[in-house]
């Protein structure tokens, strides 16, 4: 009877074993994937963001917002070769929201205001080293060129019909960079509030104006920019909050230094880019961005 006892508490204590024994594995499972998750959430990448302006062939022409297209490709071998994968905002919104990966060295490529020479001179050069770019368009100057339908180089800016073929390309997302505040002259510069403006009239003339080209966007290409870029860096701190309320997911500014992105949605905003001069090589300029291999 002793025997018969003893060894039915052998099961027993075996039993109760096994489950402490998976009780433990499932926690430990369980806290590892949570720390995991913690980690990533705290995780920063770097990202840097390279600004660029108009391409332009005749190098007497070149200077701090204007490179030719030999710089710009001789940019894209050095990104090249220190690792760097260009992306598009989009995909780094989605890092962001939707927890989808980036490749180990993300780096953006920027154009601001829409030069039709985006369009003649960098799409080719993208092309040939398999890279991306993002351009951000002003709406009165795409409807200018739009209406009278010149295409020049030189001196000209994209038109919806080039927009909707580069978009068809794939090869550079569109995003919005104000419909007609881009000036530094008069009495507003840029985006800003006007000394003694009310916020609720800079409200109104603000969201009235980048809506506008929204609105525009929709109509002519069915897409919607989810990125706003500040034309001049020209910021009034109220404009994150109007940002926001207007849908865009993030806003491009022109401060200088290298993004710290996480997985909090804030990190998005007034990101960090840095203006691409003509006048030093492609290591000088991209040395302090760059994580070296």
Known sequence: MITIIKIRCIKLNYKLIICIVLAILILSTVLLIYCSASEDE?????????????????KARSGKYTVTPDTFEQDLKYISSKGYTTITMTELINYVYNNEQLPEKPIIITFDDGYYNNFGYVIPILKKYNMKAVVSIVGEYTDRFTKTGEANLNYGYMRWEDIKEAMEDGTIEFQNHTYSMHSNTGSRKGTMKKKGESIEKYKEVFISDI??????FKENTNYVPNTFTYPFGAISKETTDFVKEMGFKSSLSCSSGVNKIT???????????????????????????????
Do not use: A, G, W
Not at 211 to 216: G, S
Not at 266 to 289: A, D
């Open 42 to 58: 705290e995780k920063e990448i770097e990202v840097p963001i390279i600004m660029y302006h108009s391409i332009l062939k005749e």
């Open 211 to 216: 809506m506008k080209l929204q609105n525009e």
């Open 263 to 293: 997985r909090d949605k804030e990190c998005l905003y007034l990101l960090k880019r840095n203006n691409r001069p003509s006048n030093v090589s492609s290591e000088q300029f991209f040395k302090k961005l760059l994580v070296e291999e």
